[in-house]
């Protein structure tokens, strides 16, 4: 059972290979399909490629990411890392956080429907969305980090503090980077619903719906909302990229690859 | 029933305080009586500290009681009888380290309440990454509001991040906890009976260790990452109890009348 077989209705409105954008009943959703889907400036362009045209559509009322296979993210691509130079990454960093600001201000509301595994940056990618949505039976979530020598941003600890509330959750799932399976992660607020897979598609989308409402949000008014409710997100992001944050993450990724 | 009755021989005793090992977890047991804080139970603990550190293959430090008390707060008789308000500032000095060392520690950590964790005994236990409380005696309590006693700035925040959405009643309103309140209220992560805490409270750090445990670098610097307003708070308070003598001399005073 494929995710894409749920959407066997529906043709791709654009393939770009290790990534495809569906329409469905005016919901986008953005299927990702390169194995451990491990970032890399490749898929952050082609991301940036489907969000223009999911904006760029007025009868769009939100938005799913989502992935086939045994991962939705497995994180950062290390292997690239490892091959090249520390300004590269740190380009990439740049980049990927461009990406996170994108999805977490995004002018319509967004889940992130995890078919598997979602490992540190794919973890971080799944917590910049509003709704988060853990096939029940496998696949785990967690913020790995901390166990293998990983780091992040500063602006990251807003993020994740804002999305998971403060209290023992937060601090579990980052300090000690506990794993969660979809009842775990739904029994501590991490997820909203932890779905069989072959309905993960269907409840995500109903998910969706139900905080939509018939006429779904106004676009520049949940933009603002967002840029409101995220304001120490996005100023410590500007800081991020003012100082040599982003640099000091790059180094550290650097040596993190090489383990 | 005590706690330590599971435990061998102690590694090293210090003026009530034991150093165990149960496989490669460090167990620190308070065997005096209240096991308030003063300047001798805190240079104590330090030292054992020290040894948890220098021990290589150590990969958690779990920290209990023995008796009717895990810590039942500072020791104001002793604070009363001290001579000079550079002494009584010395200690809050002394002792704000100390938490802070337990913060960010260098491994997992986790108080095993074995009964009563009162105003500094509950400081203490949230230092801790983990919480286990018996569910058969003793309350944990944040009483300060009821003694007109106030918690350093630093505390605050450390406090609030761990506890999350119950914190105000924990902490304005002094709100006293049974193992099973406190697990079902987010301030504890388990609350077996008492003959299971120890047991229970090495397979939740073994839970979280995983096979390998915590690269120990990657691990303190997350805490310092995580719990950077605690610190950048910590570092002021520090300065500021430099510029407050003159009010420790009231509030000494103030703590002898009440004796």
Not at chain 1, 107 to 112: E, G, S
Not at chain 2, 66 to 89: R, T, V
Not at chain 2, 215 to 239: A, G, N, T
Request: with cysteine.
């Amino acid at each position: 059972m494929s995710i894409r077989s749920s959407l066997h209705l529906h043709k791709p409105v654009k393939d770009l290979k290790a990534l495809a954008l569906y329409f469905v009943d005016k919901i986008a959703v953005i299927v990702m399909d390169n194995g451990e889907n491990r970032i890399n400036f490749e898929l952050i362009v082609k991301f940036h490629k489907l969000l223009d045209i999911v904006e760029r559509n007025s009868s769009c009322k939100g938005l799913i990411t989502t992935a086939d296979g045994k991962f939705y993210c497995n994180g950062l691509d290390l292997d690239w890392a490892l091959q090249h130079s520390t300004e590269q990454v740190e380009e990439l960093l740049v980049q990927l956080n461009e990406l996170q600001m994108r999805l977490l201000l995004f002018p319509m509301p967004t889940l992130a429907a995890l078919n598997g595994h979602a490992f540190a940056g794919g973890a971080l990618f799944a917590i910049a969305h509003d709704l988060r949505v853990l096939r029940q039976d496998k696949g785990w979530l967690c913020f790995n980090e901390v166990k293998i020598n990983g780091v992040f941003v500063k602006c990251h600890f807003p993020l994740m503090r804002t999305k998971i509330g403060f209290g023992h959750n937060y601090t579990d799932a980052i300090v000690l980077g506990k794993r969660y399976t979809g009842p775990e992660a739904l029994s501590s607020g991490l997820v909203h619903a932890a779905p069989p897979i072959s309905l993960l598609l269907i409840e995500s989308i109903h998910l969706l719906k139900s905080f939509s409402g018939k006429s779904g949000y106004p676009r520049e008014s949940l933009q603002l909302m967002k840029s409101d409710v995220y304001r120490d997100v996005i100023t410590q992001y500007q800081v991020d990229l003012d100082s040599n944050s982003m640099k000091k993450a790059a180094e550290k990724t650097k040596s993190m690859s090489k383990l | 029933m005590n706690v330590s009755d599971h435990l061998h021989k102690p590694v090293k005793t210090l003026n009530g305080l034991e150093l165990h090992y149960v496989g490669d977890f460090a167990v620190i047991v308070m065997d005096r009586g209240e096991n308030r804080l003063n300047t001798d139970f805190l240079d104590c603990f330090n030292e054992l500290m020290d040894d948890v550190e220098r021990n290589s293959s150590c990969k958690g430090l779990i920290t209990t009681g023995k008796g009717k008390f895990y810590g039942n707060g500072l020791d104001l008789k002793w604070i009363a009888g001290l001579k000079s308000p550079e002494m009584f500032h010395e200690f809050f000095v002394k002792i704000s380290l100390w938490l802070k060392r337990i913060l960010v520690f260098p491994l997992p950590t986790l108080a095993a309440i074995n009964g009563h964790a009162y105003a500094g005994g509950a400081l203490m236990a949230f230092a801790h990454d983990l919480r286990v409380q018996n569910k058969e005696k003793g309350w944990l309590c944040f009483n300060e509001v009821f003694i007109s006693r106030q918690f350093q700035p630093f505390h605050y925040l450390y406090i609030r991040t761990k506890i999350g959405q119950n914190y105000t009643e924990a902490i304005v309103l002094g709100k006293r906890y049974t193992g099973s309140e406190a697990l079902s209220n987010g301030l504890v992560h388990a609350a077996p009976s008492m003959s299971l805490l120890l047991s229970e409270s090495v397979q939740l750090l073994k839970s979280f260790c995983g096979k390998s445990g915590y690269p120990r670098e990657s691990l303190h610097l997350m805490k310092c990452d995580v719990y950077r307003d605690v610190l950048e708070q910590h570092q002021r308070d520090m300065s500021g109890i430099g510029r407050e003598k003159k009010e420790t001399k009231i509030v000494a005073n103030d703590v002898k009348s009440r004796l």
